[in-house]
């Protein structure tokens, strides 16, 4: 089967590996669509330290199950369309006996820490896989992994009808984030330096956007979500809240990154700061969420590339253009 393949560092190909075989408890997925995230780019440049090389990434992604392994359990067939669950926890230690696997000693993911979905075929735990209606597509199928982080973002932020959330960041999980909020009732102003996605933002029903948070005069907010990872937005964000703010950190910022943040304004203000790592119980919330119809796709999926070309996936997405780059690995060059 065709893979893609980050052999080490800085060094991504594609290539041929054996077809999978589905041990026990598994089952060969043929991949349909798997989603490009920015944990894809970190992993081709050596930047997220659970990873092994060699490894074909790719954890955001959907498809048909063609081969059931012994005792796998949930019923699953061959024909049976699927959406995966990338997580793969322990279940023994402290974090998974609490019912936080997300913070999982030993934590692990398909296409993080074992091969993932940039591939043909890939051999999952049939407790992952989440059947999906015929009426979604693959290409839908592959974003329930990333609304599931935003599902889980959501429960640790909370929302109540009437607030004003400002967002900093639109792209995938922005965009996701806002049509959540604004379900919960909540008016969202978003903040990003790509104009393209702002105008996106807006047709979602954005109450307001700019390219900085300086352009928005001071205004004050109830709630911020930050979904760049980068310092100086989490700072701005941080800046704008109101008294008895709150404010969710979900991008991803690397390990040595550092914020400015004024201890006296967290207890005199009475801020309160979370964070939301990965998918938590949430899994099939997004999939229930976007089998409804509840969230707009059209906007967010705006390119589809074949396997072989999946270097020039990468560039793209490096490049910020559109918004969610999938791999398709059935699609022709």
């Keep these: ?7 080490k560092p800085g060094v991504v190909g594609v290539g041929e590996r054996p077809d999978p075989e589905p041990g026990p408890g598994q089952v060969v997925v043929k991949v349909g669509a798997c989603g490009i995230c920015g944990t894809d780019l970190h992993i081709a440049d050596g930047e997220f330290p659970p990873s092994p ?12 199950v063609v081969a059931v392994g012994p005792d796998a359990p949930g019923g699953l067939r061959g024909g049976d369309r699927v959406a995966v669950d990338p997580s793969l926890f322990c279940g023994h230690c402290d974090a998974c006996s609490a019912g936080r696997g997300n913070l999982c000693a030993n934590w692990g993911a398909i296409g993080d820490t074992v091969d993932g979905g940039f591939a043909e075929y890939v051999s999952v735990p049939a407790v992952n896989c989440h059947r999906m209606p015929d009426s979604m597509s693959f290409r839908e199928g592959a974003l329930v ?32 984030l806002q049509q959540l909020l604004q379900r919960g009732g909540a008016r969202v102003t978003m903040v990003d330096r790509n104009t393209e996605r702002l105008g996106l933002a807006r047709g979602l029903g954005a109450v307001a956007t700019a390219t900085d948070a300086a352009e928005l005069g001071g205004a004050r907010f109830d709630a911020a979500v930050d979904v760049t990872g980068a310092p100086p937005a989490i700072e701005a964000a941080m800046g704008a809240l109101r008294r ?3 404010f969710l950190v979900f991008g991803v910022a690397s390990d040595d990154a550092r914020v400015s943040v004024s201890p006296f304004r967290i207890y005199n203000d009475e801020i309160t700061i979370v964070g939301s790592m990965a998918v938590l119980h949430s899994f099939r919330a997004a999939l229930d969420l976007l089998a409804s119809g509840a969230i707009e796709t059209a906007p967010l999926l705006t390119h589809a590339i074949p396997l072989d070309r999946f270097p020039e996936a990468l560039d793209l997405m490096r ?15």
């Design 53 to 64: 090389y060699p490894l074909v990434p790719g954890h955001e992604f959907s498809g048909e």
């Design 244 to 246: 008895g703010g709150r």
């Design 1 to 7: 089967m065709r893979v893609a393949i980050v052999e």
């Design 145 to 176: 992994e990333p609304l599931s982080c935003a599902v889980h973002g959501m429960r640790r932020i909370g929302v109540h009808p009437g607030e004003d959330f400002l967002l900093t960041g639109a792209g995938t999980m922005g965009l996701l």
């Design 319 to 333: 490049s910020g253009a559109g918004v969610k780059i999938q791999v398709v690995p059935g699609q022709e060059n």
